[in-house]
T-cell receptor
Framework: AQKVTQAQTEISVVEKEDVTLDCVYETRDTTYYLFWYKQPPSGELVFLIRRNSFDEQNEISGRYSWNFQKSTSSFNFTITASQVVDSAVYFCALSEALEDTGRRALTFGSGTRLQVQP | KAGVTQTPRYLIKTRGQQVTLSCSPISGHRSVSWYQQTPGQGLQFLFEYFSETQRNKGNFPGRFSGRQFSNSRSEMNVSTLELGDSALYLC??????????????FGPGTRLTVL
């Protein structure tokens, strides 16, 4: 079965520090998609990035960067020069195939709560 | 462009009652998925609707059901509520079916409390 593990339950950093959120996944699919979502206190999940299994290029978007390594089944997320507004719960998710219909649904990790102190 | 809207935002029910939650997807999106978020189980997929048909279903009992209307709006219903149904119910829309390639846009959720 597909699985997503975010071993870090909670991380606390001081503003301007860099922080990396870990994500390890398990899947038997050769084609799959990985996602990161941010959930601020308001509760709404905000899409950050999507990466497919055939594209291992790292991506940078402003202060955010993602490191995808198929060899270690990891899709880690780094925030550079963190800010208080980055405080939220971050979820890593995997798009899996469903056995009966072959369709896909999202499997989420348990989330990492990031607290950025001023 | 308006985002995904969910109503109501908060709901309090008692055990044994039934509840209906509503979700309006982003205009032009035809796929609506529902997720349950609890502290213990995290985020879990409930079901997905596309073109008024349920296309995927997660591992939830039959008390959880849903439907989609011709305008892509979706409702989910939980009958015979249990204490463990207390959760944040999130709706997500995407342009096409499935989460394979299209990012899903989430609504703010409905927080259901069962007393």
């Amino acid at each position: 079965a597909q699985k997503v593990t975010q071993a870090q339950t909670e991380i606390s950093v001081v503003e301007k520090e860099d922080v990396t959120l870990d994500c390890v996944y398990e899947t038997r699919d050769t084609t799959y998609y990985l996602f990161w979502y941010k959930q601020p206190p308001s509760g709404e999940l905000v899409f950050l990035i999507r990466r497919n299994s055939f594209d291992e290029q790292n991506e940078i978007s402003g202060r955010y960067s993602w490191n995808f390594q198929k060899s270690t089944s990891s899709f880690n997320f780094t925030i550079t020069a963190s800010q208080v507004v980055d405080s939220a719960v971050y979820f890593c998710a995997l798009s899996e195939a469903l056995e009966d219909t072959g369709r896909r649904a999202l499997t989420f990790g348990s989330g990492t709560r990031l607290q950025v102190q001023p | 462009k308006a985002g995904v809207t969910q109503t109501p935002r908060y709901l309090i029910k008692t055990r044994g009652q039934q509840v209906t939650l509503s979700c309006s997807p982003i205009s032009g999106h035809r796929s609506v998925s529902w997720y349950q978020q609890t502290p213990g189980q995290g985020l879990q997929f409930l079901f997905e609707y596309f073109s008024e048909t349920q296309r995927n279903k997660g591992n939830f009992p039959g008390r959880f059901s849903g439907r989609q209307f011709s305008n892509s709006r979706s409702e989910m219903n939980v009958s015979t509520l249990e204490l463990g149904d207390s959760a944040l119910y999130l709706c997500a829309s995407s342009r096409e079916q499935g989460a394979r390639s299209n990012e899903q846009f989430f609504g703010p959720g409905t927080r259901l409390t069962v007393l």
